[in-house]
């Protein structure tokens, strides 16, 4: 399995679907994996964390792209799209 595998549409939607935290809008990185899964089967972390530092860089989704804190958020819940889900050159 690679990145191209999983759909960018189904991500994103497992990001809008997984439970936020009480504090703000972000999802946990093991939230959103076990969503995804629910929807594509088993991913390996890896693969996970490539699939969303793709989407980060094309804007779909903020976020952390190396994952040390953890969380994702759609971009149209950005609390600041001007320095967060901006899509990279």
């Known amino acids: 399995m690679q990145c191209k595998d999983i759909p960018d549409a ?12 009480s504090s703000a809008r972000w999802r946990t ?3 959103v994996a076990e969503a995804l899964e629910a ?10 964390m490539a699939k969303a ?3 980060i860089a094309r804007g779909l989704i903020g976020g952390c792209p190396c994952g040390c804190r953890g ?16 899509p990279t050159a």
């Open 10 to 21: 189904v991500f994103v939607a497992a990001v809008r679907n997984a439970p936020a935290t």
């Open 29 to 31: 990185r093991w939230d």
């Open 39 to 48: 929807a594509i089967g088993p991913i390996p972390d890896n693969l996970f």
């Open 53 to 55: 530092r793709r989407l």
């Open 71 to 86: 969380d994702f958020h759609p971009a149209d819940e950005c609390y600041d799209p001007e320095r967060c889900c901006r």
